[in-house]
Protein backbone atom coordinates (compact mmCIF):
# COMPACT_ATOMS: atom_id res chain seq x y z
CA UNK A 1 0.00 0.00 0.00
CA UNK A 2 1.43 3.31 -1.05
CA UNK A 3 2.25 5.90 1.81
CA UNK A 4 0.63 9.48 1.33
CA UNK A 5 1.90 12.95 1.48
CA UNK A 6 1.02 16.30 1.90
CA UNK A 7 1.21 18.68 -0.98
CA UNK A 8 2.60 22.31 -0.01
CA UNK A 9 1.75 24.93 -1.95
CA UNK A 10 4.05 28.43 -1.84
CA UNK A 11 2.92 29.53 1.63
CA UNK A 12 4.44 26.66 2.87
CA UNK A 13 0.91 24.79 3.62
CA UNK A 14 -0.32 21.99 3.29
CA UNK A 15 -2.54 21.57 0.79
CA UNK A 16 -4.37 17.62 0.40
CA UNK A 17 -2.61 14.65 0.41
CA UNK A 18 -1.40 12.73 -2.47
CA UNK A 19 0.03 8.98 -2.77
CA UNK A 20 3.63 8.81 -3.35
CA UNK A 21 5.47 5.73 -5.76
CA UNK A 22 6.12 2.40 -4.28
CA UNK A 23 9.90 3.42 -5.07
CA UNK A 24 10.33 5.52 -2.14
CA UNK A 25 9.64 2.17 0.43
CA UNK A 26 12.42 0.36 -1.33
CA UNK A 27 15.23 -1.06 0.65
CA UNK A 28 17.98 1.30 1.83
CA UNK A 29 21.08 0.22 0.14
CA UNK A 30 23.88 3.01 0.62
CA UNK A 31 26.53 0.24 -0.77
CA UNK A 32 24.96 0.27 -3.80
CA UNK A 33 24.69 4.08 -4.26
CA UNK A 34 28.19 4.94 -3.45
CA UNK A 35 29.53 2.35 -5.99
CA UNK A 36 27.32 3.62 -8.44
CA UNK A 37 27.68 7.33 -7.85
CA UNK A 38 31.94 6.58 -8.56
CA UNK A 39 31.46 4.99 -11.35
CA UNK A 40 28.86 7.13 -12.89
CA UNK A 41 31.07 10.27 -11.81
CA UNK A 42 34.08 8.84 -14.44
CA UNK A 43 31.49 9.24 -16.74
CA UNK A 44 32.26 13.09 -16.91
CA UNK A 45 36.17 12.46 -16.89
CA UNK A 46 37.98 13.66 -19.50
CA UNK A 47 41.61 11.89 -20.50
CA UNK A 48 44.66 13.44 -20.21
CA UNK A 49 48.36 13.02 -19.98
CA UNK A 50 51.75 14.87 -20.67
CA UNK A 51 53.53 14.84 -23.92
CA UNK A 52 56.06 11.26 -23.84
CA UNK A 53 59.09 13.21 -24.28
CA UNK A 54 58.67 15.80 -21.87
CA UNK A 55 61.47 16.60 -20.02
CA UNK A 56 63.73 14.22 -22.52
CA UNK A 57 64.30 16.76 -25.53
CA UNK A 58 67.68 17.41 -24.38
CA UNK A 59 71.57 16.49 -25.53
CA UNK A 60 71.89 15.29 -22.18
CA UNK A 61 74.09 12.26 -21.91
CA UNK A 62 76.28 10.17 -19.21
CA UNK A 63 80.24 10.76 -19.56
CA UNK A 64 81.99 7.48 -20.97
CA UNK A 65 83.01 6.15 -18.92
CA UNK A 66 80.52 7.18 -16.39
CA UNK A 67 83.09 6.77 -13.63
CA UNK A 68 86.83 8.48 -12.99
CA UNK A 69 85.53 11.99 -13.26
CA UNK A 70 84.66 13.09 -10.06
CA UNK A 71 81.14 13.37 -10.49
CA UNK A 72 77.81 11.90 -9.83
CA UNK A 73 77.00 9.33 -13.25
CA UNK A 74 73.56 11.56 -13.84
CA UNK A 75 73.19 12.42 -17.72
CA UNK A 76 74.58 16.26 -18.09
CA UNK A 77 74.07 18.66 -21.08
CA UNK A 78 76.64 19.34 -23.55
CA UNK A 79 78.64 22.08 -24.79
CA UNK A 80 80.51 25.31 -23.09
CA UNK A 81 79.82 28.29 -22.22
CA UNK A 82 76.37 28.10 -21.47
CA UNK A 83 74.20 28.74 -18.42
CA UNK A 84 72.48 24.93 -19.25
CA UNK A 85 75.89 23.12 -20.03
CA UNK A 86 76.64 20.67 -17.79
CA UNK A 87 73.48 21.07 -15.51
CA UNK A 88 71.84 17.51 -15.00
CA UNK A 89 68.55 16.63 -17.44
CA UNK A 90 66.78 14.18 -19.30
CA UNK A 91 65.95 12.14 -16.29
CA UNK A 92 63.42 12.36 -13.46
CA UNK A 93 63.92 14.04 -9.82
CA UNK A 94 66.47 17.00 -11.60
CA UNK A 95 65.42 20.76 -12.34
CA UNK A 96 63.70 20.25 -16.02
CA UNK A 97 63.59 16.40 -16.00
CA UNK A 98 60.69 13.96 -16.69
CA UNK A 99 58.45 12.65 -14.12
CA UNK A 100 59.03 9.15 -13.00
CA UNK A 101 55.56 8.11 -13.82
CA UNK A 102 53.42 10.85 -15.10
CA UNK A 103 49.92 10.59 -16.14
CA UNK A 104 48.96 9.00 -19.41
CA UNK A 105 46.01 9.73 -21.97
CA UNK A 106 45.74 5.87 -22.66
CA UNK A 107 44.74 5.22 -18.99
CA UNK A 108 40.85 3.31 -19.21
CA UNK A 109 39.03 5.89 -16.50
CA UNK A 110 35.24 5.15 -17.99
CA UNK A 111 34.09 2.58 -15.75
CA UNK A 112 30.92 0.36 -16.58
CA UNK A 113 28.27 -0.29 -13.94
CA UNK A 114 24.80 -2.80 -15.07
CA UNK A 115 22.12 -1.50 -16.00
CA UNK A 116 19.88 -2.84 -13.29
CA UNK A 117 22.14 -2.29 -10.91
CA UNK A 118 22.32 1.40 -12.12
CA UNK A 119 18.94 1.40 -11.92
CA UNK A 120 18.44 0.02 -8.26
CA UNK A 121 21.22 2.40 -7.17
CA UNK A 122 18.69 5.45 -8.67
CA UNK A 123 15.85 3.78 -7.08
CA UNK A 124 17.08 3.34 -3.38
CA UNK A 125 18.58 6.95 -3.99
CA UNK A 126 14.83 8.15 -4.04
CA UNK A 127 14.52 6.05 -1.22
CA UNK A 128 16.80 7.93 0.91
CA UNK A 129 14.93 11.44 0.30
CA UNK A 130 11.68 10.18 2.10
CA UNK A 131 13.89 9.03 5.50
CA UNK A 132 14.16 11.39 7.72
CA UNK A 133 17.14 10.79 10.04
CA UNK A 134 19.60 10.40 6.72
CA UNK A 135 18.28 13.94 5.39
CA UNK A 136 19.40 15.13 8.84
CA UNK A 137 22.05 12.89 8.57
CA UNK A 138 23.50 14.71 6.03
CA UNK A 139 23.56 18.08 7.54
CA UNK A 140 20.50 19.76 6.71
CA UNK A 141 18.47 21.33 9.03
CA UNK A 142 15.18 20.22 8.27
CA UNK A 143 13.01 20.95 11.39
CA UNK A 144 9.77 19.01 11.67
CA UNK A 145 9.56 18.31 8.43
CA UNK A 146 7.15 15.31 6.90
CA UNK A 147 9.24 13.27 4.72
CA UNK A 148 8.82 12.98 1.73
CA UNK A 149 8.35 16.67 0.81
CA UNK A 150 5.66 17.18 -1.98
CA UNK A 151 5.22 20.83 -3.46
CA UNK A 152 2.63 22.24 -6.16
CA UNK A 153 3.48 22.36 -9.75
CA UNK A 154 3.16 26.29 -9.32
CA UNK A 155 7.18 26.23 -7.74
CA UNK A 156 8.32 25.47 -11.38
CA UNK A 157 7.23 29.33 -12.88
CA UNK A 158 9.02 30.90 -9.63
CA UNK A 159 11.82 33.41 -11.35
CA UNK A 160 13.03 35.23 -8.79
CA UNK A 161 15.60 34.05 -6.22
CA UNK A 162 13.54 36.26 -3.52
CA UNK A 163 10.27 34.19 -4.24
CA UNK A 164 12.49 30.97 -3.70
CA UNK A 165 14.10 32.40 -1.06
CA UNK A 166 10.72 33.44 0.39
CA UNK A 167 9.37 29.78 -0.10
CA UNK A 168 12.11 28.31 1.72
CA UNK A 169 11.63 30.03 4.83
CA UNK A 170 7.71 30.18 4.84
CA UNK A 171 8.50 25.71 4.80
CA UNK A 172 10.60 26.15 7.82
CA UNK A 173 14.28 26.35 6.07
CA UNK A 174 15.62 29.34 7.91
CA UNK A 175 18.44 27.42 9.46
CA UNK A 176 19.23 25.51 5.94
CA UNK A 177 19.55 28.79 4.36
CA UNK A 178 21.76 30.04 7.13
CA UNK A 179 23.94 27.06 6.85
CA UNK A 180 24.02 27.32 2.98
CA UNK A 181 24.79 31.17 2.64
CA UNK A 182 27.77 30.53 5.60
CA UNK A 183 29.43 27.66 4.25
CA UNK A 184 30.65 29.01 1.59
CA UNK A 185 34.42 28.92 1.58
CA UNK A 186 37.15 30.49 -0.70
CA UNK A 187 40.29 27.89 -1.39
CA UNK A 188 43.72 29.04 -1.74
CA UNK A 189 46.21 27.91 -4.42
CA UNK A 190 45.61 26.20 -7.56
CA UNK A 191 41.98 25.85 -7.01
CA UNK A 192 41.84 29.15 -8.02
CA UNK A 193 43.01 29.00 -11.46
CA UNK A 194 41.18 26.10 -12.42
CA UNK A 195 37.91 27.83 -11.42
CA UNK A 196 37.03 26.27 -8.37
CA UNK A 197 37.94 29.01 -6.27
CA UNK A 198 34.91 28.71 -3.82
CA UNK A 199 33.41 25.53 -2.01
CA UNK A 200 29.31 25.28 -1.51
CA UNK A 201 27.80 22.78 1.21
CA UNK A 202 24.80 20.76 -0.61
CA UNK A 203 21.58 22.34 -0.54
CA UNK A 204 18.20 20.98 -1.45
CA UNK A 205 17.59 19.76 -4.75
CA UNK A 206 14.21 20.96 -6.57
CA UNK A 207 12.60 18.15 -8.94
CA UNK A 208 10.18 19.52 -12.07
CA UNK A 209 8.83 18.02 -14.78
CA UNK A 210 9.61 21.42 -16.74
CA UNK A 211 11.61 24.39 -15.84
CA UNK A 212 10.10 27.53 -16.28
CA UNK A 213 12.49 29.77 -14.29
CA UNK A 214 13.27 27.68 -11.43
CA UNK A 215 16.49 26.83 -12.50
CA UNK A 216 17.70 30.06 -12.79
CA UNK A 217 15.88 31.63 -9.62
CA UNK A 218 17.78 28.05 -7.58
CA UNK A 219 21.29 28.87 -8.97
CA UNK A 220 21.95 32.01 -6.90
CA UNK A 221 21.46 30.57 -3.72
CA UNK A 222 24.28 28.60 -2.99
CA UNK A 223 24.27 24.56 -3.76
CA UNK A 224 20.39 24.90 -4.36
CA UNK A 225 19.89 23.02 -7.97
CA UNK A 226 16.69 22.59 -9.86
CA UNK A 227 16.65 19.47 -12.38
CA UNK A 228 13.82 17.70 -14.10
CA UNK A 229 12.87 14.36 -13.57
CA UNK A 230 13.83 12.87 -16.99
CA UNK A 231 17.40 13.94 -16.34
CA UNK A 232 17.69 12.64 -12.94
CA UNK A 233 20.81 11.45 -11.72
CA UNK A 234 22.40 9.67 -9.12
CA UNK A 235 24.54 12.57 -9.11
CA UNK A 236 22.09 15.01 -8.21
CA UNK A 237 20.61 12.70 -5.43
CA UNK A 238 23.63 11.52 -3.52
CA UNK A 239 26.28 14.11 -3.80
CA UNK A 240 29.98 12.41 -3.20
CA UNK A 241 27.91 9.39 -2.44
CA UNK A 242 26.29 10.48 0.37
CA UNK A 243 22.82 9.82 -0.04
CA UNK A 244 19.79 11.58 2.05
CA UNK A 245 19.96 14.78 -0.03
CA UNK A 246 17.18 17.51 0.74
CA UNK A 247 14.74 17.19 -1.96
CA UNK A 248 11.45 18.27 -3.33
CA UNK A 249 9.49 16.63 -5.57
CA UNK A 250 6.72 18.87 -7.75
CA UNK A 251 3.23 16.24 -8.13
CA UNK A 252 3.89 16.08 -11.74
CA UNK A 253 6.98 14.64 -10.75
CA UNK A 254 5.39 11.97 -8.87
CA UNK A 255 3.43 11.38 -12.04
CA UNK A 256 6.30 10.55 -13.77
CA UNK A 257 7.93 8.56 -10.95
CA UNK A 258 4.72 6.35 -11.17
CA UNK A 259 4.96 6.12 -14.74
CA UNK A 260 8.36 4.58 -14.90
CA UNK A 261 9.21 0.85 -15.02
CA UNK A 262 9.69 -0.62 -11.50
CA UNK A 263 12.52 -0.88 -10.12
CA UNK A 264 14.56 -4.27 -9.27
CA UNK A 265 13.17 -6.81 -7.27
CA UNK A 266 15.59 -7.19 -4.51
CA UNK A 267 16.48 -10.63 -2.89
CA UNK A 268 16.90 -9.96 0.69
CA UNK A 269 18.70 -12.70 2.52
CA UNK A 270 16.95 -14.27 5.25
Excluded at 99 to 121: D, F, G
Amino acid sequence: MSSMANILDLEGKPTKEVAVPDVFSKPLRPDIIIRAFWIVRSHGLQSYGRDPEAGEKTSAESGWPPTGRGISRIPRVKGERSRRAGQAAGVASVVGGRLAHPPKSEKVIYNKINRKEKKLALDTAIAFTADANAVAWRGHKVGNLAFPLVVTDDIESISKTSELHSFFEKVGLSDELKRLYGGVKRRSGKPRMRGRAYKEPIGPLIVVTKDRGIGRAADAIPGVKAVTVDSLSILNLAPAGVAGRLTFWTESSLDVLRSKTKGVEMKLEA
